[in-house]
């Protein structure tokens, strides 16, 4: 691979997804839900409509953080603009959380925080989030993971138990995960994961 970290493809995947798979958004809809939208969205083309590649290089490693960050930015950011909504997601050149600031007579801010599994997932939804928050003067966050490998099941299980515990003494962070798996067996894997998380906490997933 030429770009093996996506310092410079992730422009162009973006603009290829977003031009086959437009995204009308309800602008009667609160923020929260509008980004979370916007989550799904990215979500499907993951999953369905083959962006789970991108993520991974030939040689079987797989692509930063920075690239899945600056990849959701772009795409988050375009269907902000074509759905003429008054919501700017901001970003420290893709590092860090993006923040969704929205002023329509009011001022509302979203922090989505997205982490690759392979990364530490636990302290960064304990610890991280809710520094992010607290500069960000908000309560309202989404913590997106992409899983890349069914081995991380056991990291992923923790966040969700971890939320399940400690739920009324943090933030309501909606915790959301995506697959972009390689495998169909890691895919398979994923599905129970899903199936087991949903099962034991009661929680709808995403």
């Not at 995204?23 to 809809?29: A, G, M, N, P, Y």
């Not at 409509?49 to 950011?77: M, P, R, V, Y």
């Not at 515990?165 to 890691?186: G, K, V």
């Amino acid at each position: 691979d030429k770009d093996p970290n996506g310092d410079f493809i992730w422009k162009e995947i973006a603009e290829d997804s977003i031009n086959k798979y437009p995204l009308q958004l309800d602008k009667s809809k609160t923020p929260l839900e509008i980004v979370n939208n916007i989550c799904t969205k990215f979500q499907d083309m993951v999953e369905n409509n083959g962006l789970w590649k991108f993520f991974h290089n030939s040689d079987g490693t797989h692509k930063n953080e920075t690239f899945s960050q600056l990849l959701f930015f772009a795409i988050a950011h375009s269907y902000c603009e074509t759905n003429n909504l008054d919501i700017s997601p901001e970003s420290d050149a893709g590092r860090g959380p993006v923040d969704f600031k929205i002023s329509q007579g009011f001022n509302d801010k979203i922090n989505v925080e997205i982490k690759l599994s392979s990364n530490r997932l636990l302290h960064g939804f304990q610890t991280q989030l809710p520094i992010y928050d607290k500069a960000e003067k908000t309560n309202k966050s989404i913590f997106l993971i992409i899983q890349l490998y069914d081995s991380h099941d056991m990291k992923i299980k923790k966040v969700f138990e971890y939320k399940n515990e400690y739920e009324s003494s943090i933030n309501s962070a909606i915790l959301r995960c995506l697959n972009a798996c390689t495998s169909t067996n890691d895919k398979e894997g994923f599905l129970s994961l899903i199936y087991y998380l949903k099962e034991k906490y009661e929680i709808e997933m995403y």
